[in-house]
């Protein structure tokens, strides 16, 4: 299992992660190949980040809360986060974008070509010619 992420976010894969904010190498959320499986799946970056950020809060959702000593880890609030990220992708894919729910199937090419994007005022990468 690997992990790559381009700060210039010239692969499919790089916005994901992105858009996840999966960033950190030394401690990532997904593996390549996982993501990569989403973007088969999927067909589109946008479907593939909704379904990562379910399922993250999914395992989130597993841990519950851990307390060592003086420092206390709430999973639940990190995965009410993922869950909100999920719910304005979802939004902003509007009515003319097809967003298979988690588990779904897209219609892609599995091909993870660079597409052009633009980042709107929410931060989150928009294919370009998407009003923001």
Not at 49 to 68: C, H, K, M, T
Not at 84 to 92: P, V
């Amino acid at each position: 299992m690997t992990f790559s992420y381009d700060p210039t976010l010239s692969t499919d894969l790089d916005l994901v992660r992105f858009t996840l904010d999966d960033t950190d190498e030394t401690a990532p959320f997904f593996q390549d190949e996982e993501l990569g499986a989403l973007l088969d799946q999927h067909g589109t970056v946008l479907a593939a980040s909704i379904d990562a950020a379910e399922r993250l809060a999914a395992r989130l959702r597993q841990l519950g809360s851990l307390r060592v000593g003086d420092v206390s880890i709430d999973a639940d609030e990190s995965a009410v986060g993922f869950e909100r990220l999920a719910e304005r992708l979802r939004a902003e894919a509007g009515s003319d974008t097809p967003v298979p729910a988690a588990g779904g199937i897209g219609a892609g090419s599995g091909e993870h070509r660079a597409a052009r994007f633009v980042v709107c005022g929410s931060g989150v990468p928009r294919r370009g010619g998407w009003p923001c």
